[in-house]
């Protein structure tokens, strides 16, 4: 694990002007990038001569390509493009560049052996746009033997993905191929094609441009401070949230600093899963060991387990799937349950209130409280069967009715039409819990409820954790009641989730200082 690999980053750099290429070269370099590629399509017409080509290389502070993609020409006409698409790869090849990038079309009708000859230590790389769904491995086999016969040293795939299970004959595809491959997804499902790149054999890793986001891209910055792919290799196991939306979860922050930590050769990596049965079912094999369940598949991801522990069983939802290494099978498990309840009685101790009808010591000082839910998906059913288990009274408000109802009778609770929340007025000793997605980023200045209404209770939860401090919970907070974040059951339910995809303990104090350092 401490072996580094020679992984390279690249970043793309599309600029009009010679002087905004030149500045975007030093700040690709501060943010970590290897190799810039200087997408010379992008440059407005004036600046597509010699000069231009000779003073970007001039004045380049770290290796480069020099490509230009017939396609992203903005200001010239076909046939100009194509004229000046050779212009500039010439002289680029002429001075030395480290690579030059043409896409098919051109390699296949110039004339390549002339290409070759004329360069002394530039490489050659080939790309391809495929835009054809799902490519088989078949079709990507073929794809990449045409474009090897050109003389290319590097073969360049662009693929526009809409699935993220569309990047799996890509990853098999890099395994086995024999010439450097460089296997670019775009779209908001290719992320992990970047991500688990080196893992499966890529040639270059792309990343963005800080202020630059491009879609399916990670941000350099990412890519050297939380996943350094420099750590991860053929032995790498993954693991990743399944969910949508995905790119607001601190998992990745937190799970990959973690594993180096411990010295566990493993990476977490945002999954944007649409068809959680088809993301399984695709990607079966043991590298994919791990997995965290996001919104909305918590109680999907049930039906994809070969077993499902008791407590995850009952509660009808999991946030936690491992890869049994023995023999491969998903073992579902529920960490969200124990993490929030326990969040919820810690505060209640802290605050040392001696609830209504709290027996004993022993008894939870849930025990004999109204518990008012709202939302009956995967982590309202956690929050639900836990609090029951716990002795509370349930009441639930969902925006369907009927999901509502069907989960006040599993916990002998009672649902009520949502529309009545904000007029509910629970007894003394009431706990609220919103284990709906209002409130989360980008919608940071909705709730469930008004400030109000919030006076009726005695201790307010969210498992919303981005934002930490969500608007619900500020509210509560302003009217003097007492508050527990998401955050805190996010850290939890992670500690637990850590233990099952590593076999080992979890590392708390670092865990938790690597969340709160984010907010
Ligand atoms: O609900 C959550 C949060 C989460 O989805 C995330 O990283 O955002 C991860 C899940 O394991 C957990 O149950």
Redesign the pocket.
């Given at each position: 694990m401490d072996v580094k690999n020679d992984v390279v980053v690249c970043t793309p750099l599309e600029f009009e002007s010679l002087e905004e290429m030149v500045a975007s070269m030093e700040k690709a370099k501060a943010e970590g990038a290897d190799v810039v590629e200087l997408c010379m399509a992008s440059m407005a017409a004036p600046y597509l001569s010699h000069q231009v080509v000779d003073q970007l290389l001039e004045r380049k502070t770290l290796p480069a390509i020099v490509s230009f993609r017939l396609k992203s020409s903005r200001t010239l006409s076909k046939g100009g493009c194509y004229d000046t698409c050779l212009k500039v790869l010439k002289r680029a090849l002429e001075l030395d560049v480290e690579f030059v990038e043409m896409d098919y079309e051109v390699a296949c009708e110039v004339n390549m052996a002339e290409y070759l000859h004329n360069r002394s230590n530039t490489r050659i790389i080939v790309s391809n746009y495929v835009n054809d769904g799902r490519p088989s491995v078949e079709k990507l086999v073929d794809i990449i033997a045409c474009m090897q016969a050109t003389g290319a040293d590097v073969i360049k795939l662009d693929l526009c993905v809409d699935y993220i299970t569309d990047l799996a004959p890509i990853f098999t595809v890099l395994t086995h191929c024999q010439v450097p491959l460089i296997a670019m997804a775009v779209g908001n499902s290719g992320l992990i094609s970047q991500l688990l790149g080196p893992k499966f054999g890529g040639f270059l890793v792309y990343g963005s441009l800080g202020g630059k986001p491009v879609p399916g891209l990670p941000s350099l910055v990412s890519l050297r401070q939380v996943y350094k792919l420099e750590y991860t290799n053929v032995d790498t196991k993954v693991f990743g949230?399944v969910?949508n939306p995905?790119a607001?979860?601190?998992?990745p922050i937190?799970y990959n600093p973690t594993f180096r930590h411990m010295g566990y050769n493993g990476i977490y990596v945002p999954m944007l899963v649409d068809d959680i049965e088809e993301f399984f079912e695709t990607y079966s094999g043991s590298d994919f060991a791990g997995f965290?369940?996001?919104?909305p598949h918590?109680e999907a991801a049930i039906r994809c387990c070969d077993e499902v522990h008791p407590i995850a069983k009952s509660i009808g939802a999991v946030?936690?799937i491992v890869r049994r290494p023995m023999d491969g099978k998903l073992i579902g498990y529920?960490?969200?349950c124990e993490?929030a309840i326990s969040a919820i009685e810690d505060a209640l101790t802290d605050r040392k209130v001696s609830s209504k009808g709290v027996p004993n010591s022993t008894s939870s000082l849930i025990s004999g409280r109204t518990f008012v839910l709202i939302g009956a998906g995967?982590?309202g059913r956690?929050l639900a069967f836990g609090a029951k288990y716990k002795g509370a009274r349930i009441v639930i408000f969902n925006r369907d009715y009927k999901r509502a109802k069907a989960l006040a009778d599993e916990v002998s609770g009672e649902a009520l039409l949502y529309e009545a929340l904000e007029m509910f007025r629970p007894e003394t000793g009431a706990i609220l819990a919103n284990a709906s997605a209002i409130g989360m980023e980008p919608n940071s200045h909705q709730s469930p409820v008004s400030k109000e209404a919030l006076r009726a209770y005695d201790l307010v939860f969210d498992?919303v954790?981005?934002p930490r401090n969500t608007q619900l919970l500020k509210e509560a907070a302003e009217v003097g009641v007492t508050t527990v974040s998401?955050v805190e059951?996010?850290v939890r339910?992670?500690l637990g989730?850590f233990r099952l995809f590593t076999g080992g303990s979890a590392p708390e104090d670092l865990m938790r200082k690597l969340v709160m350092e984010q907010f």
């Amino acid at each position: 694990m401490d072996v580094k690999n020679d992984v390279v980053v690249c970043t793309p750099l599309e600029f009009e002007s010679l002087e905004e290429m030149v500045a975007s070269m030093e700040k690709a370099k501060a943010e970590g990038a290897d190799v810039v590629e200087l997408c010379m399509a992008s440059m407005a017409a004036p600046y597509l001569s010699h000069q231009v080509v000779d003073q970007l290389l001039e004045r380049k502070t770290l290796p480069a390509i020099v490509s230009f993609r017939l396609k992203s020409s903005r200001t010239l006409s076909k046939g100009g493009c194509y004229d000046t698409c050779l212009k500039v790869l010439k002289r680029a090849l002429e001075l030395d560049v480290e690579f030059v990038e043409m896409d098919y079309e051109v390699a296949c009708e110039v004339n390549m052996a002339e290409y070759l000859h004329n360069r002394s230590n530039t490489r050659i790389i080939v790309s391809n746009y495929v835009n054809d769904g799902r490519p088989s491995v078949e079709k990507l086999v073929d794809i990449i033997a045409c474009m090897q016969a050109t003389g290319a040293d590097v073969i360049k795939l662009d693929l526009c993905v809409d699935y993220i299970t569309d990047l799996a004959p890509i990853f098999t595809v890099l395994t086995h191929c024999q010439v450097p491959l460089i296997a670019m997804a775009v779209g908001n499902s290719g992320l992990i094609s970047q991500l688990l790149g080196p893992k499966f054999g890529g040639f270059l890793v792309y990343g963005s441009l800080g202020g630059k986001p491009v879609p399916g891209l990670p941000s350099l910055v990412s890519l050297r401070q939380v996943y350094k792919l420099e750590y991860t290799n053929v032995d790498t196991k993954v693991f990743g949230l399944v969910s949508n939306p995905v790119a607001h979860s601190k998992g990745p922050i937190l799970y990959n600093p973690t594993f180096r930590h411990m010295g566990y050769n493993g990476i977490y990596v945002p999954m944007l899963v649409d068809d959680i049965e088809e993301f399984f079912e695709t990607y079966s094999g043991s590298d994919f060991a791990g997995f965290s369940v996001g919104i909305p598949h918590k109680e999907a991801a049930i039906r994809c387990c070969d077993e499902v522990h008791p407590i995850a069983k009952s509660i009808g939802a999991v946030n936690t799937i491992v890869r049994r290494p023995m023999d491969g099978k998903l073992i579902g498990y529920n960490t969200d349950c124990e993490a929030a309840i326990s969040a919820i009685e810690d505060a209640l101790t802290d605050r040392k209130v001696s609830s209504k009808g709290v027996p004993n010591s022993t008894s939870s000082l849930i025990s004999g409280r109204t518990f008012v839910l709202i939302g009956a998906g995967g982590a309202g059913r956690a929050l639900a069967f836990g609090a029951k288990y716990k002795g509370a009274r349930i009441v639930i408000f969902n925006r369907d009715y009927k999901r509502a109802k069907a989960l006040a009778d599993e916990v002998s609770g009672e649902a009520l039409l949502y529309e009545a929340l904000e007029m509910f007025r629970p007894e003394t000793g009431a706990i609220l819990a919103n284990a709906s997605a209002i409130g989360m980023e980008p919608n940071s200045h909705q709730s469930p409820v008004s400030k109000e209404a919030l006076r009726a209770y005695d201790l307010v939860f969210d498992v919303v954790y981005t934002p930490r401090n969500t608007q619900l919970l500020k509210e509560a907070a302003e009217v003097g009641v007492t508050t527990v974040s998401g955050v805190e059951m996010f850290v939890r339910q992670a500690l637990g989730q850590f233990r099952l995809f590593t076999g080992g303990s979890a590392p708390e104090d670092l865990m938790r200082k690597l969340v709160m350092e984010q907010f």
